[in-house]
T-cell receptor
C-alpha cells in the first residue's frame, strides 16, 4: 500500500518558469490538500479538495492552482514561479468524510526557485 | 481563522527524562487535535490525537491532555529515547476541511 506519493522529490526552477507537483493516493480518500512548510512557520494550507471536481482555497493560495479530476490525483501547479515559493511542499489525504480523521502525508517536494 | 501557538520551539532532554510540548488555540469550535512527528527528510506522521469530548489520552509512552476551557493541549513523552528526536507539530481542526498547525518543536534526546 503506497499511501500518498509525491513527485518529484527535489526541483530547482528559474523565476518565471512553470511546473506541476504531482500527488497521488491509493486509499480512496475524499479529502486531499496541499501544504507548504517554511522554517519557523509550520505547515500552511495552500488548497484543498473534498472530492473529484471540487477544490477550494486555503490560507496561502496566491500563485498556485489545483484541479481534482479523479479521486486519486491532486496536482499543484505553479504558473510563474517566484523566489518566495521556495519551500517544502506536502500533499495530504484524509478519509472518513474528512471530519476528525487522520491526515496522511506524502514525503514532500523540496522546491527551490532561483 | 484559528490561531495555534506552540512552545517551546526547541527542546533538549536527557535520555530517560520526560518531554512536554504545549499548544494553545483560539477557535472554540475546534474539536479535533492531532499531534504529528516529522523525521528529517520525511512527511509528518500522526502519533496521537484527541477529540474534544476527552480530557486525556495515552498510548504507551505518549499522552495528550486537553483543557477546552483554557483552550490548550499538551503532548507528554515519558522515558524518552534517542529515536524520539524529531520535529513535533500540534494542530487544531475547527471545521471538517482545514487543519491549523503550530510552528513545530524540535526535540533532541541526548543519549
Amino acid at each position: 500500500n503506497a499511501g500518498v506519493t509525491q513527485t518529484p522529490k527535489f526541483q530547482v526552477l528559474k523565476t518565471g518558469q512553470s511546473m506541476t507537483l504531482q500527488c497521488a493516493q491509493d486509499m480512496n480518500h475524499e479529502y486531499m490538500s496541499w501544504y507548504r512548510q517554511d522554517p519557523g512557520m509550520g505547515l500552511r494550507l495552500i488548497h484543498y479538495s473534498v472530492g473529484a471536481g471540487i477544490t477550494d482555497q486555503g490560507e496561502v493560495p496566491n500563485g498556485y492552482n489545483v484541479s481534482r479530476s479523479t479521486t486519486e490525483d491532486f496536482p499543484l501547479r505553479l504558473l510563474s514561479a517566484a523566489p518566495s515559493q521556495t519551500s517544502v511542499y506536502f500533499c495530504a489525504s484524509r478519509g472518513g468524510g474528512s471530519t476528525n480523521t487522520e491526515a496522511f502525508f506524502g514525503q514532500g517536494t523540496r522546491l527551490t526557485v532561483v | 481563522g484559528e490561531n495555534v501557538e506552540q512552545h517551546p520551539s526547541t527542546l533538549s532532554v536527557q535520555e530517560g527524562d520526560s518531554a512536554v510540548i504545549k499548544c494553545t488555540y483560539s477557535d472554540s469550535a475546534s474539536n479535533y487535535f492531532p499531534w504529528y512527528k516529522q523525521e528529517l527528510g520525511k512527511g509528518p506522521q500522526l502519533i496521537i490525537d484527541i477529540r474534544s469530548n476527552v480530557g486525556e489520552k495515552k498510548d504507551q509512552r505518549i499522552a495528550v491532555t486537553l483543557n477546552k476551557t483554557a483552550k490548550h493541549f499538551s503532548l507528554h513523552i515519558t522515558e524518552t529515547q534517542p529515536e524520539d528526536s524529531a520535529v513535533y507539530f500540534c494542530a487544531a481542526n475547527p471545521t471538517g476541511n482545514q487543519f491549523y498547525f503550530g510552528t513545530g518543536t524540535s526535540l533532541t534526546v541526548i543519549p
